[in-house]
């Protein structure tokens, strides 16, 4: 008998080459078109052939967060991730693989649990072939039904040939066919969807598509994992979207080049990870100076230095904080969702241009690369807000820096006529003339950084209000920013749940809610110190190694948040250490503060060396 | 045809008496006001030093950009707006030292803009030490012994890298230099107009004197733009006789030409709402 579940994962194992990307995201994507809600994660390397990739995919009938704690069906395209992942493989769930490549062994099997070997040179005749009758048996295996997934072969395969598209269905249909003949159906399996067709796409897609709708026209970037899928979909739609992408020689050029793009008048972006961004940011403070509107993507990884490229990491915020020399206006804000990285990318385009300072918009790989359906994008009434420009001379001599109430001074594009101004980097005053060397002047100098920085009094009320989400009674509130907010969600979620079903003697025995911010320069201290000082505890759940945000807070409150877990690791957290980890803060309320991190499970030994296991899956037994 | 006065600053210029930048803003004045293209037509970027002041100098629109970076602004200006003439100007630290790679790939690129190098063959601003065209075994602040390295040379690596438009004046040497700015604003394409400028204050080597019993004009003997094979040979001409005027000139189909997005106009004059985004959204289905 099979079970029926609200939602299951498929983990899709092996190494880099093996075309686990296509056939996860063609999987995620036809569920997507059959109305189940999907988080894809892709758990790579920075390899191009060979390392481990795995692509953690979670089908809801309801929305899912995260790639959630587990999985139900492996489908292993090497030995290796059946080393990795089969033990985690519940009774009712299965591991698929290829037997031509490799044997699973008997005793890697758990209980209850089928290993379904594919003979796919016998089956299909061609091993470029076994990803697609590997997905047909599992379609069979999940009970689902593969019409989608069909569809998707189809699309894919349309431009290399009737012929081409066959050989792909039969390959599908005889999987399906081998798992039918030579398996159970699938012990576990999810309800009917709503059969609604969801959209799914990536973060970087969002945010790029985002920078669309708000009438981006300039784009540069140099390539950097995790931002360059920005800069693919930006070259991919350019033709369609009349973008102008420009690939520079390195980052130092890309925001110089955005910045004079802007300066002539056209909304520009550029996108890169945290050493790109350091590259960057003298430039940063260029457009600050010279109050040209910009906005730069940072899709932080794993650092320090070039750290772990292909990993995830939230670790650049106090680079954002402190990018570029001096004091001076910036914005920066930090989507936690896909609805917030498309509506706040547009957001950052009219804050760039209704102040004239840079926007910095942070992301990070868990965020920006995995693929999740989404709903309710509002592309039909899209808030463009150009900020004060000036079309024509009005007889008065112009001033570019003028000085105003907001700070902000109306701003004449090049190319119009009796409005010639230059815009320096060096301190200027309100006609623009450099104060700097020979004309220097205190008093200037003084008034000039007063009406930039004003701008901050300015920007902070555009900013959204912090606030707390779930029961304003909890007993823990957990704190967290960027992709990590999903998580949370998903934990207190879980929690409030658990403390529900167990009245009394309640297995966590509290109530849990959540403050993410999602705006965090200028940061609004006296309404988060309002709503923090009404927590009872309080746990920041950050996927760095100093608590960056909670730092932040202490500077901008003087609150001290009292608990921490950090993860440095290079994976995302899974909602079972954030639950795991505020069940016993619940459970103990410990008086001191305390610091705790998480590892995840990747089934190697804590000591595993590639030298004393120099290339071979074979030896990776532990 | 415009006057040159119309060209002035707010400002004037605060350049040591004698520094060779003064020629190549007269020179640059000139050849804008010959061309009479109106000054709010113009963009101006600079990066730093002493001849990256020059915008605040000059009746244009300017942008007095980070140290090194004024190729990538008027890179990024241009593609924003094609319209407008776009002239980077900067010295030889700026242009050969922290911003050579820019200038490197920028050759390559064919924008169709104009570069224009007040080569002094030292940093000036921050008060003598040597810079990427110091010659070999000059005595500077920071090479009290003389240089080691020996220095670049702008127009041939310019030739190397693509440049279409290749030429080096000489601030004695006014109307010259401004007809060669003319060419290079006329010129489509990228163009390189590298300038002997002297630094009176700090460079006691390579001075007016020092030039004048140098220089001579590449026109002067029949040099052919055309020939890159002559242009190189001519570029490595040093010591005794330096050759100045017109090195290299070919037409190339410019960025903007190829450039996709630019095939409706000028991008700063595309509309911020775009249409079609709902079929842009397809792919997300």
Redesign the interface.
Known sequence: MSQTRAELSVWVGGAAGDGIAASGESFAKACARSGYHVFAYNSYQSAIRGGHVCMHIRVGRQKVWTHGDGLQYLVALNADSVERYAARVPPGGAILYNRDKFDVKPERIPQGVQAIGLPVMELVGNQLMQNIALMGALYELLGLDAGAFKGLIRERFAKKGEGIVATNLSAFDKGAAFARAHAQPGGIRIGASDGKHRLVASGNALIAFGAVAAGCRFYAAYPMTPASSILHWMAKNAVKTGTLVKQAEDEIAVLNMAIGASHAGVRAMCATSGGGFALMSEAVGEAAMTETPVVVVEVQRAGPSTGVPTKTEQADLFQLLGASQGDFPKIILAPRTFNECYSMTIQAFNLADKYQCPVLLSSDLYLSERNETFEGLDITNIPIERGEIVTEANGEPYRRFLDTKTGVSPRALPGTPGTVYVAATDEHDPDGVVISDVFTNPSMRAKMMEKRMRKLDHILKELPEPELEGPKDADLTLIGWGSTYAVLVEAMQALNQEGLSAKGGSASGGKVNVFAPRALWPFKGEATRRLLERCTMTLAVEANYIGQLAKLIRMETGLAIQHHLHKYDGEPFEPAQVIAHARKLLKTKPKESTVASVVSDEGLPPDFSPIAAPGSEAVRVH | MAQVKEYQG??KP?WCPGCGDFGVLNALQRALADLDI????V?V?SG?GCSS?L??FI????????HG?S???????????H??TVIAAGGDGDGYGIGA??F??TCRRNFNMTYIVMDNQIYGLTTGQASPTTEKDIRTKSTPEGTIEIPLNPVALALTCGATYVARGFSGENLQLANLMKGAIEHKGFALVDVFSPCVTYNKHNTYPWFKERIYKLEDEKHDPANFQAAMERAFEWGNRIPIGLFFKVERPTYEDE????R?GP??R?????T??????E???
Do not use: C, T, W
Not at chain 2, 276 to 281: G, H, I, P, R, Y
């Open positions: 707010l400002v605060d109106a000054p709010h037509n963009l970027v730093i002041n915008p605040g009746r244009a629109y300017g942008f007095h950009g980070l970076r190729l990538p602004v008027a890179a990024g200006a241009k593609l924003a707006n319209e407008l790679g820019h490197i790939h450039e996709p997005a630019l409706s991008l700063v595309q509309p911020l709402r775009r079609n985004l709902a079929a842009v959204m792919e997300f289905l």
